[in-house]
Structures are given as structure tokens and as C-alpha cells.
């Protein structure tokens, strides 16, 4: 099912090239990436058996999701992303799995159009990374809500995402420590990235605008009636956290 927005028609993720470029340099650029994998690991094998529903909203090109199929490859899991070439890559990715459905759409469109049928029945588990903080702040509630709606009782949300500093110095500070990582793993593995316009991509008012604290973050999730809310892991601007939800019936 493919649903449009018309914000991300013309924003960077529309753009095959950049997007490849993206999934080539992301590990070296986003350090924190591959910590969430390993929390991930855990939290999954910690928190559920086997044969669970697990909904990847922001999927990328399939990283995550492929992982837990490696320690359970009879997960039934539904990958949504704006981007096609993503999409395109998961596929590619998670071929060699079965179970697996894949929704081309905005967080707006799930929020906005009627709910592609993929996403009906209930999850076990939603998971997502440097996604949500795309969408507008105004709307992180509503797309909150409409995840606890879409697990089932005892279902669990994670989510790996990037906050805004509670003052200027630390912002500044979380920054260069972020660069210094960075750095240090561009000259280890010999791949030059461009991070010096990626990390000014984070201060752009139309990126910075739609950010919030994580305490803020944990507070919309309450607000959205999760139940033990709570951070799993916080290095810097990069944080790992999520919620239960218990009690009641899921549903669109």
C-alpha cells in the first residue's frame, strides 16, 4: 500500500542517491546505532517467545528487524517507511525470510488515511530508530497514541531517536562528543564521511523545531497511557527508551 506526504516528497529521503549515500555512512555517523542494535537483542529476547508480530515504523532498509529475525525467523513483522528506495532495500534484505510485509507511508498518513490493513490485528511488539523525531511536535502525541492502540495487551514499544538539550551548553557539548566519536571511527575504518553538514543538518531550524527533551518524549509517551516508561540508554543526544502497555484491547 503506498501513502504519501507532501513534506517528504521533497525532503532529502525522497532522493535515492541520498539515501543510499545514508545507509552507506550511517554506522560512522551515528555511533549509537549499533549500541541500539544490541539493546534491541536483549530487550527482545528478554521480554518475548517465539512467534510475535513485530511492527518497524521508520524501517529503513530492514537493519533491525533483520536482526531479530536472525534470533527468531518466525516473527511475522511489517516494515513501514516513507522512503521506496528503503523499502526497496529491505526487500533485498529480508528475502530470504518469509512473514514479512512492507507499507510505504509517512507517519502523517498513518495518522490522517485509513490504516493499511497490514497494520490491523495487533502488535507484540513496535519498535523504532531516528524516526519519529521527523514528526511534528504538535503530532507526536497523536502518533504516540496511535501506537499504544496498535499493541496488544502486554505489548511493548522502544524506540531509538534523538532529543533536544535541556540548555545551550550542553547541546554544545553533547555535539562534540558526538563529532569526537565520529572522527575517531571515520579514521579507524578509513570511510570518510561528510558529518560536518550532517551535524548541521541537526541545527537547522526546520530539524531543531521538531525536536523535543526526552524528558518530554517520556512524558507525551504517559500521556499517551504507556505504562512503565522508562530509558533504557542515553549517550549524549541519542537516547533508548519505551512503555507497556497493559490493560485493554488494541484497535485502529
Same mark, same amino acid.
Given at each position: 500500500?503506498?501513502?504519501?506526504? +507532501?513534506?517528504? *516528497? ?17 554506522? /560512522?555517523?551515528? !555511533? ?14 528478554? +521480554? ?28 511475522? %513483522?511489517? $516494515?513501514?517507511?516513507?522512503? !521506496? ?25 498513518? $495518522?490522517?488515511? %485509513?490504516? !493499511?490493513? @497490514? ?9 523504532s530508530s531516528l ?21 496488544? #495487551? ?23 562528543l558526538w563529532e569526537?566519536?565520529? /572522527?575517531?571511527?571515520s579514521k579507524a575504518?578509513?570511510?570518510?564521511? #561528510? ?27 504517559? *500521556?499517551?497511557?504507556?505504562? @512503565? ?24
Amino acid at each position: 500500500m503506498t501513502l504519501k506526504d +507532501n513534506d517528504f *516528497d521533497i525532503s532529502q529521503w525522497a532522493d535515492d542517491a541520498y539515501v543510499k549515500k545514508y545507509v552507506e555512512s550511517v554506522d /560512522i555517523i551515528i !555511533p549509537d546505532r549499533r549500541v541500539f542494535l544490541d539493546i534491541l537483542s536483549t530487550f527482545f529476547a528478554t +521480554n518475548f517467545s517465539k512467534g510475535v508480530r513485530v511492527l518497524d515504523l521508520g524501517s529503513g532498509d530492514g537493519f533491525f528487524i533483520e536482526r531479530l529475525l536472525n534470533i527468531d525467523d518466525s516473527i511475522d %513483522a511489517v $516494515l513501514v517507511d516513507a522512503s !521506496p528506495e528503503m523499502l526497496r532495500k529491505a526487500g533485498d534484505r529480508l528475502s530470504a525470510f518469509e512473514n514479512i510485509s512492507f507499507v510505504e507511508s509517512t507517519f502523517e498518513g498513518l $495518522l490522517d488515511d %485509513a490504516l !493499511p490493513q @497490514e497494520l490491523e490485528g495487533g502488535f507484540d511488539l513496535i519498535i523504532s530508530s531516528l524516526a519519529i523525531h521527523h514528526i511534528a511536535l504538535n503530532r507526536r502525541g497523536e502518533l504516540f497514541a496511535r501506537i499504544h492502540s496498535l499493541l496488544k #495487551d502486554g505489548g511493548r514499544f522502544i524506540n531509538f531517536d534523538i532529543s533536544m538539550s535541556i540548555s545551550d551548553g550542553l547541546e554544545d557539548f553533547y555535539i562534540k562528543l558526538w563529532e569526537e566519536r565520529v /572522527i575517531r571511527l571515520s579514521k579507524a575504518s578509513g570511510i570518510e564521511v #561528510d558529518y560536518k553538514s550532517f551535524m548541521a543538518k541537526h541545527s537547522d531550524r526546520d530539524h531543531h523545531d521538531k525536536l523535543s527533551t526526552l524528558d518530554g518524549q517520556l512524558s507525551t509517551l504517559r *500521556d499517551a497511557s504507556f505504562k @512503565e516508561v522508562d530509558v533504557y540508554y542515553k549517550h549524549g543526544l541519542f537516547a533508548v527508551y519505551g512503555g507497556l502497555r497493559k490493560g485493554g484491547s488494541c484497535g485502529g
